[in-house]
């Protein structure tokens, strides 16, 4: 988690300065986000339809790597502004987890708790 936040806040940075992504990210090159993006994909194929029309796995993928982003460069505000303690994050991470799993799941079409 270490190594995820000191990526993450370079990231922050370089968008803070105006580094434009498509300079420095290579479309033929699979991100950790793109392989997430295509996990829920063979997910929603797997699941039986429903009524509702499937997440767009792309976006669900930005969607989740955007609030570990967050997480990630800006935990001691994000923690105040709910009510708990800055270093409570640490303690709290396999919980944090634990949400972006089942989240990853509701967005594959899933109903239960499963293993990725």
Known sequence: MERFRDFAVLITRAELTGIEPEKMLDPNISTPAMKMAATIAGMQAQCQPHDQPAMNPKIVSAYINAALFGFATM??????????APEDYEKRVE????IT???????????RQTTL
């Open 75 to 84: 935990t001691p505000w994000l923690m105040t502004s709910v009510g708990l």
């Open 95 to 98: 919980e944090i987890i634990d």
């Open 101 to 111: 799993i089942k989240l990853i799941v509701l967005a594959g079409g899933g109903t």
